[in-house]
C-alpha cells in the first residue's frame, strides 16, 4: 500500500475538525433525504391524487437512481479526484430538491428523486477525502464521525417530517430542509475540500457500469415493487432471475477487462466480503427498527389493543431521537475503539447491542421506556457498525480504490435496506386483521425477530473474520492501524468539536 502524503499528516486541526464537517454534513443530506419520504407517501398518494403503487415509485426511484450511480461515482472520484466529483453531486441534488419543492407532478418528483439519488454517491467518496487528508492518528475517528451521521441523519429527516407535516400537512415542506442542507453543505464543500489532483490512474470502464447498474436495477425493482406486483408474479420472477443472469455475465466482463469499474479480486478478497455481508445486514437491520418501532407506537390502543396512540411527531421524537442523539455521543468514542482494538470487535459489539435490542422489542415493548431503549440499542447498532465499517474496507484496498470499494460497501447496505424494507412491510401488510384495520400483534414480533436474526448474522460474520484475521496473523488490530494507538498518543486525543483537545 503506498504511504500517505507527508502534507496529510502535517494538516492544523481545525483544519481537519472543518473538513470532517463539511463531510458530515454532505453524508447528512443522503441520509436526511433518503428518510423524510418514508412517513409522508400516503400524503404524497393523497395530495397527487395516484395510487399506494405510483406513491412507492417516490422511494423506487432514488434507490435505483443509486444503484446506477454509486459506484460510477466512486470510481470517477479515484481517478478524477473527489472535490469536483462531491461538488457536482450536491449542485445536482439541490437542483433536485429544489424540482420536489416545486413540483406538485408525480413524473417531475421522480426526476428530482433521480437527482437526489446521486446523493449516495457522498458516503464512499467522503472516505476517500478522509483517507487522503486526515493524519494517520486521527483517520478511524474521522471516519466513525463521518459515518455515523448516515444513521443520525435518517433519525433527523424523521424528526422533520414530523415536525412539518403533522396530519394533514403538505408533503413538500420537509424538502425545503433537504434543500436547506443541501445548499450550506455545498457552499462549505467548496470553501474546505481540497484542491489536489488526483492520484489515481486509468479510466472508467463505462460498459462495466451499465452491465453493473442493469443488474442492480433488476435485482431491487422487485424488491421494491414486489408487495405490489405480487411475490409470485411474472415481472418479479423474471427481474430476478436477469438479474442473477446480468450480474453473473458483469463478473465475468470484469475478469475479462484490463482496467475494470471493480477488480473480481476485490470482490472475492475475505476482507471486503467481511464488511459487505456486515453492511447489507445492518441495513436490514436498520429499516426492521425503523418500520417497526414507526408503526407499532403510532398504533391506537383502543382498536388493537397494542400500541401507544403516537403521532408522527411523537413517534419520531420519543422512541427514535434518543438513539440519534446517543449516535452523534457514541461515534467519536467508536472510532477510538477502532483504533485501539480493531474494527472487527468494533462491529462485533454494536452487533451485540442489536441483537439485545431487537429481542427486547420482540418480547417485551408493552410500555413506552421498553420501546424507547430497544430503539436506543438498536440505533447504537447502525451507528458502530457504520463506524467500523469504513475502516475494514480501507484496510483491504490501496488508497486509488477507496472510493469505488466504499461505493460498493454503498450498495450492499442500500440493498440490505431496501431488503429489510421489503421484508417489514410484506410481513406486516400479510398479518392485517380486517376487523380493526391494523395489523396483528404478531407481526411486530417478526419484523424484529427478523431484525434479531440479521444483528445475529453480523456477529457471525465479525467473529469469523476475527478468527481468520488471527490465524493469518494480522493481530488484533488493522494492518494499517497497527501503529495509530502510539501516533495517537502523541498527537492528543479527538474531540469532536474542535477535531483535538
Known amino acids: 500500500m503506498p504511504p500517505r502524503p507527508e502534507t496529510s499528516a502535517a ?12 463531510l458530515s454534513l454532505g453524508v447528512t443530506t443522503l441520509s436526511l433525504l433518503q428518510s423524510l419520504v418514508v412517513p409522508v407517501l400516503g400524503a404524497i398518494e393523497q395530495q397527487l391524487d395516484v395510487s399506494p403503487g405510483a406513491a412507492g415509485w417516490v422511494l423506487t426511484a432514488n434507490l435505483l437512481a443509486a ?3 454509486t459506484p460510477v461515482l466512486g470510481r470517477l472520484g479515484d481517478l478524477r479526484g473527489e472535490r469536483p466529483v462531491i461538488l457536482g453531486i450536491l449542485a445536482a441534488v439541490a437542483v433536485g430538491t429544489l424540482l420536489a419543492v416545486l413540483t406538485t407532478s408525480l413524473p417531475l418528483l421522480l426526476v428530482g428523486r433521480i437527482l437526489q439519488g446521486a446523493s449516495y454517491g457522498l ?28 444513521a443520525v441523519g435518517g433519525v433527523a429527516g424523521l424528526v422533520a417530517t414530523g415536525l412539518l407535516v403533522g396530519d394533514g400537512g403538505d408533503y413538500r415542506r420537509p424538502f425545503w430542509i433537504g434543500l436547506g442542507v443541501t445548499l450550506v453543505s455545498l457552499a462549505l464543500a467548496a470553501r474546505v475540500l481540497p484542491r489536489r489532483p488526483s492520484t489515481g490512474t486509468g479510466r472508467v470502464d463505462w460498459w462495466g457500469a451499465v452491465v453493473l447498474g442493469a443488474g442492480l436495477v433488476l435485482l431491487l425493482l422487485p424488491l421494491s415493487q414486489g408487495n405490489v406486483w405480487g411475490w409470485g408474479s411474472p415481472g418479479v420472477v423474471g427481474c430476478l432471475g436477469a438479474s442473477a443472469a446480468v450480474l453473473a455475465g458483469w463478473v465475468v466482463l470484469q475478469r475479462r477487462t484490463a482496467q475494470p469499474l471493480v477488480r473480481p479480486a476485490m470482490l472475492a478478497d475475505r476482507r471486503t466480503i467481511v464488511p459487505n455481508i456486515a453492511g447489507l445486514m445492518t441495513g436490514v437491520a436498520l429499516f426492521a427498527s425503523f418500520l417497526a418501532i414507526l408503526q407499532y407506537v403510532q398504533a391506537p390502543p383502543g382498536v388493537t389493543g397494542y400500541g401507544f396512540g403516537a403521532s408522527i411527531l411523537e413517534a419520531s421524537v420519543v422512541y427514535l431521537l434518543p438513539g440519534g442523539i446517543a449516535g452523534i455521543v457514541v461515534a467519536p468514542f467508536a472510532g477510538r475503539v477502532v483504533t485501539r482494538l480493531g474494527a472487527l470487535p468494533t462491529l ?5 447491542s442489536g441483537v439485545a435490542g431487537f429481542l427486547l422489542l420482540a418480547l417485551y415493548r408493552g410500555v413506552p421506556w421498553s420501546v424507547v431503549l430497544a430503539g436506543l ?19 483491504a484496498v490501496d488508497e486509488d480504490e477507496t472510493g469505488v470499494a466504499n461505493a460498493v460497501n ?33 407481526a411486530y414480533t417478526q419484523v424484529a425477530l427478523i431484525g434479531a436474526v ?27 492501524l497497527a501503529a495509530v494507538e502510539e501516533a495517537t498518543a502523541r498527537a492528543g486525543e479527538w474531540s469532536p468539536v474542535s477535531g483535538l483537545r
Do not use: K
Request: glycine share 6%.
Open 11 to 22: 494538516a492544523p486541526a481545525t483544519r481537519t475538525g472543518l473538513l470532517v464537517l463539511a
Open 67 to 69: 444503484a446506477v450511480l
Open 123 to 150: 458516503f464512499p467518496l467522503s472516505m476517500s477525502v478522509l483517507r487522503r487528508e486526515v493524519p494517520e492518528a486521527r483517520l478511524s475517528v474521522a471516519m466513525a464521525v463521518v459515518s455515523s451521521t448516515l
Open 348 to 352: 462485533l459489539a454494536g452487533a451485540l
Open 377 to 395: 440499542l438498536t440505533q447504537l447498532a447502525v451507528t458502530v457498525a457504520y463506524a467500523a465499517l469504513p475502516a475494514t474496507v480501507v484496510q
Open 410 to 442: 454503498s450498495i450492499a447496505r442500500s440493498v440490505g435496506q431496501a431488503l429489510g424494507s421489503t421484508v417489514a412491510v410484506t410481513l406486516i401488510a400479510a398479518s392485517l386483521d380486517p376487523a380493526t384495520g391494523f395489523p396483528r400483534d404478531v
Open 454 to 480: 440479521a444483528s445475529a448474522a453480523v456477529v457471525l460474520v465479525a467473529f469469523a473474520g476475527i478468527v481468520a484475521d488471527r490465524r493469518a496473523g494480522t493481530g488484533r488490530r488493522p494492518d494499517r
